[in-house]
């Protein structure tokens, strides 16, 4: 049987060197378009059933975050549900996974994938809801509509503004795998933290903030190579339309907390960065995030508080991301939520490492910690 290795899918990305010797194939990752990034890979490999397969990933030492890698372990499925750790090493600017597949097809990712399609499914599944209000405030470069979902108490006047956002960095799955979580919750009319929480507010949720990065299989920009995350002070519609058009929709609902979910390459803890550094700081955001992160610490052992970025000096924040722009302009409380791509250290997994499964309990965990401060927003 022929060996095979492509990328020809929703979010796929892999470029093939050489295929000739199962223990020395040769593969690169491909940049995003019209841009440096890179560190995103998702590929397919048939035909090598029980065969020892050593694959190299040759320019991993040019990737975004090469620190990354050290101490990182690759995601492997079969059946496109279950991703489990693959055995992986870096050395030499190469990163080398070593796997001998089981079925004829197996499938490897820097993390578990979430496709475009899983979206559309996603979205799809929270219409059937008669709760939930699907808005749809403009389209990408490439065409595809940006879904942002409308749950709760329709007395705008009365409500809380709640906005979650996720994968501005598509590579980031993590972020939609958790978004996934918290909806669910949101939705389940037996939880009374849920119950509660939709009577106080409006929950306004993007939980794909960058549809073309994700389907062309990118780390960290969109179609035309724009980094969302460093556009919130000045957005356009010609290179980053996403942001344009979903900060246009915060400035009609108003907002009164902002939860924008990411994934970091390097770090392995839950952790959030927040908006110290903007010029309104002041006691009372620092006492609204001091409140969140303590009830997502009680909430979930999977979060800490101990390590994470370092913090920023008053009047330094950087005002093009998403955090420090929207605590700033609407006065209210706005956080980063960070995960791992390898593993929780205090509460690690050796087979799975931070998975999917992991990330929606942690999304649900996030409603207990709006539910600490929702009076105080
Ligand atoms: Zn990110």
Redesign the pocket.
Known sequence: MTVQITDAFDGGNIVVRSLENLEQIQLEIRKDAQSDFYQWFYYRLSGARGQECVMKLTNAGGAAYAPGWTGYQAVASYDRKTWFRVATSYRDGALTIRHRPERDAVYYAYFAPYSMERHADLISRMIMDARVRLTVPGRTLDGQDLDVLEIGNSDRARAKKIWVIGR??PG?TM?EWLIEGMLERLLDRNDPVARVLLEKAVFYVAPNMNPDGSRRGHL?TNAVGTNL?RAWAEPDLKTSPEVFLIRAEMQKTGLDFCLDV???EELPYNFVATAQGIPSWDDRLHDLTERYKTALVAASPDFQTEKGYPSVAPGKANLTMCTSWVSEHFKALAL?L?QPFKDTTATASPVYGWSPARAKILGRAQLDAVFAVIDQL
């Open positions: 501005q960095h980031e972020a960290r995350n990411h994934g970091d980063t960070e």
